[in-house]
Each structure stands twice: as C-alpha cells, then as structure tokens.
C-alpha cells in the first residue's frame, strides 16, 4: 500500500474505523489512569448501548452512578467554604460515589454491595445497570465487583452519562449517597 493509502483509508472509513481501541479485559481491577480506553466486554456482565440503556430505564431498572466525588473533609475549620463539584447524571440514577476504584477498603465494600443488595430488592439477580462516564473504569471496575460478588443481573453501560446526554434522554443534577466513610 502507497503512504497515506492507510491513513486515506481509515479516514474514508468513517469515525467508527478511527476510535480508541478497546483495551483488553484485565484479570483483576483496573488500580490508576481511570479515565481511558475500557474492554468491550466484562465477564460476568451484559455490556450494553445508549440505546439498551434508555429501554431498561423507560422499564424502570435501578441504574448506578459510580463517579468519584470528594467529600466535604470532616476536619474542616469551621467557617472554610466548601462548594461540591456539580454532577449530572441519568434521572432517577442513585450515586454511590467512590466504588468504582480498584482497591475499595473494607468498609466502602461493605456499604456498596449493601447498597447493591437494597436496589436488588434481595435478589441478586435483578437487573442494574451501573455506568460512570465513557472511557472510564470506575464503571468496569464496579460491575466487576458486583458480579464477583454473586449479582447477576448486571448491566454495564460503557458510554455512560456521556453517551445518555449525547442522546438527548433526561438528566438530573446528581447528590451522591453518603454512607461509606
């Protein structure tokens, strides 16, 4: 092939020829760099479009928000002002901020998968879609978890609140759920 003709080529190919390559689906979780090119699979797990996403969301499927947040520090003087990053996220979704990282501490664990029990009505079956933005393996790594944990029904959504918005479908401004340390 002449030089260029490749480039030509993927270019005449159109924007889906020329994305990010899907990384390969690791062993364990993902510990540093979350935002990057995630796996197209998850073991375990249902991947799913925007598409999927908004037909179990009009059926009523519990979705979760796994976006880091920071906290306000509990040593703060008094007086400091503190302003919470906004986050919006698919309407209806429950954040349960910070369970998407690779190693979770006991007690973060422990009130995830409460909380993953709770919206599984005790059955781990049922289905949850669980999603952060696109790129990014806070998701992966908190489906990952919930399906090492027993729950079948998961439904992972790799293009997130990015892909949600993209599409148009019903946002809200986010409050993430406070319960882990």
């Not at 796996?39 to 009009?58: F, K, M, N, S």
């Not at 979770?104 to 709770?118: C, N, R, S, V």
């Not at 790799?158 to 019903?170: I, K, L, Q, R, T």
Request: some cysteine; charged content about 20%.
């Amino acid at each position: 092939m002449r030089p260029g003709a490749a480039l030509l080529a993927l270019l005449l190919a159109g924007p889906a020829a020329a994305a990010t390559e899907a990384a390969p689906e690791p062993e364990g979780y993902r510990q540093e760099h979350y935002r990057a090119p995630v796996p197209a699979t998850l073991q375990g797990a249902e991947v799913i479009d925007t598409e999927e996403a908004h037909r179990l969301w009009a059926a009523g499927v519990p979705f979760i928000d796994t976006l880091p947040h920071d906290f306000r520090p509990a040593n703060l003087p008094e007086g400091t002002v503190w302003r919470d990053t906004p986050h919006d996220t698919i309407r209806g979704a429950v954040w349960l901020a910070n369970t998407g990282y690779g190693a979770l501490d006991p007690a973060t664990e422990a009130w995830f998968l409460d909380m993953l029990g709770q919206l599984a009505r005790g059955r781990p079956d049922r289905s949850m879609v669980i999603f952060c933005k696109a790129e990014c393996w806070m998701s992966w790594n908190a489906a990952r978890r919930a399906v090492a944990h027993g729950f079948t029904g998961i439904r992972w959504y790799p293009e997130g609140v990015d892909g949600w918005a993209a599409a148009n479908y019903p946002m809200e401004r986010a409050t993430p759920l406070r319960g882990a340390p």
